[in-house]
């Protein structure tokens, strides 16, 4: 299945991917959450696999996948993520690639507020 990637104008695109006009800038699937260099495998959802519950966290519904424990388990490997890619940020000298994780870090810490919302 090929990915269906935001584009410069959809009302639903994650800040994270815009630049300061508004315009998309990273590619993004908003089927299975995969981005930039995950892109060139197919996309797939699979209600077992992270980005899958992620992508559900971004359109704002509770992942069928997870509940109790492991959505709590989730949170922590969400806001681990957001940390990773935080500090691969601030290290990069490619201007570009860092913006992009700066990007990848907030969708990241994103994804995991809104499912702690969703949790209480």
């Known amino acids: 299945m090929n990915?269906?990637?935001?584009?410069?104008?959809?009302?639903?695109?994650?800040?994270?991917?815009k630049d300061g006009n508004g315009d998309v800038v990273l590619g993004l699937c908003r089927r299975c959450g995969k981005?930039?260099?995950?892109?060139?495998?197919?996309?797939w959802v699979d209600d077992s696999d992270p980005h899958s519950a992620m992508a559900e966290v971004m359109e704002g519904t509770m992942p069928k996948s997870l509940n109790g424990k492991a959505a709590t388990?989730?949170?922590?490997?969400?806001?681990?993520?957001?940390?990773?890619?935080?500090?691969?940020?601030?290290?990069?000298?490619?201007?570009?690639?860092?913006?992009?994780?700066?990007?990848?870090?907030?969708?990241?810490?994103?994804?995991?507020?809104n499912l702690e919302a969703l949790l209480r």
């Open 3 to 17: 990915h269906d990637l935001y584009k410069t104008g959809d009302k639903d695109a994650p800040r994270s991917i």
């Open 35 to 43: 981005g930039e260099c995950d892109l060139e495998q197919p996309c």
């Open 73 to 113: 388990r989730f949170v922590v490997l969400l806001r681990a993520k957001a940390v990773i890619y935080a500090e691969r940020s601030e290290k990069n000298v490619n201007g570009k690639l860092a913006a992009w994780e700066a990007g990848q870090a907030e969708a990241f810490a994103w994804a995991a507020d």
